[in-house]
């Protein structure tokens, strides 16, 4: 089936380091990924709407200049947490949508559990 | 009124009983619906994933969709230890593919 693989699974930093994560699609190529924020007992709140090519698309109250997306082929999109500071601390998951034509949903990989001290 | 409605009340069963999960949506563009399990500290994990009304099977798995009433299910026969996780409900439509899921409800199978 289809895969998503999501790196680094666990990170800890300094404030005020900037923190990358990576989203890969290993099975498809996937035009749109999102990226979420899930923090504990919570369900995922979508941050953005990535697109391959063009600029993402970001939800109400998420900042694009904290959370900056970058999706440069079909099989890899990058979230850049900028100047981390302890309250952006959480866990990020992304998500892969294959082809439309294959009207499968979207694939989630396994997240990043961001901590920073 | 939320999207889509789901009791996140923790749910224990002994193993071997049927687990039963259900959710409520007021989107009536939504056509398709998906139950995810999430473990602790991973990603959701795709159960089932339907678009029509009435029931699938997958394992121990059924999935019920009844899209007059708005209302889907999930039922888990013979529950294993292994089952224990969060159960997420999803769903999408009107052309818009992104998800709206429900709180997950955490069900834990008691050996």
């Known amino acids: 089936g289809a895969v998503v693989s999501q790196h680094p699974s666990w990170v800890i930093c300094k404030s005020g380091t900037s923190v990358k994560i990576e989203c890969r699609s290993l099975?498809?190529?996937?035009?749109?990924m999102f990226w979420y924020r899930q923090f504990p007992k919570q369900s995922l709140m979508l941050m953005a709407t990535?697109?391959?090519?063009?600029?993402?698309?970001?939800e109400q109250g998420v900042e694009k200049d904290k959370f900056l997306i970058n999706h440069a082929s079909l099989t890899l999109s990058t979230l850049t947490v900028t100047s981390a500071h302890p309250e952006d601390s959480s866990f990020y998951i992304c998500?892969?949508?294959?082809?439309?034509?294959?009207?499968?949903?979207?694939?989630f990989g396994d997240g990043t559990r961001l901590s920073i001290l | 009124q939320k999207e889509v409605e789901q009791d996140p009340g923790p749910l224990s069963v002994p193993e071997g009983a049927i687990v039963s999960l259900n959710c409520t949506y007021s989107?009536?563009?939504?056509?398709?619906f998906m139950w995810y399990r999430q473990y602790s500290r991973k990603g959701p994990e795709l159960l089932m994933y339907?678009?029509?009304?009435g029931n699938k099977e997958d394992g121990r798995f059924t999935a019920q969709v009844d899209k007059s009433s708005k209302y889907i299910s999930l039922f888990i026969r013979d529950s294993q230890p292994s089952d224990s996780a969060t159960y997420l409900c999803?769903?999408?439509?009107?052309?818009?593919?992104?998800?709206?899921f429900g709180k997950g409800n955490q069900v834990v199978v008691i050996p």
């Open positions: 998500s892969a949508m294959p082809p439309r034509w294959t009207n499968q949903p979207q694939h």
């Open positions: 099975d498809f190529q996937a035009t749109t």
């Open positions: 990535s697109n391959e090519g063009s600029k993402a698309t970001y």
């Open positions: 989107n009536s563009a939504f056509q398709y």
């Open positions: 339907t678009y029509s009304s």
């Open positions: 999803a769903m999408k439509g009107g052309g818009n593919n992104r998800l709206a």
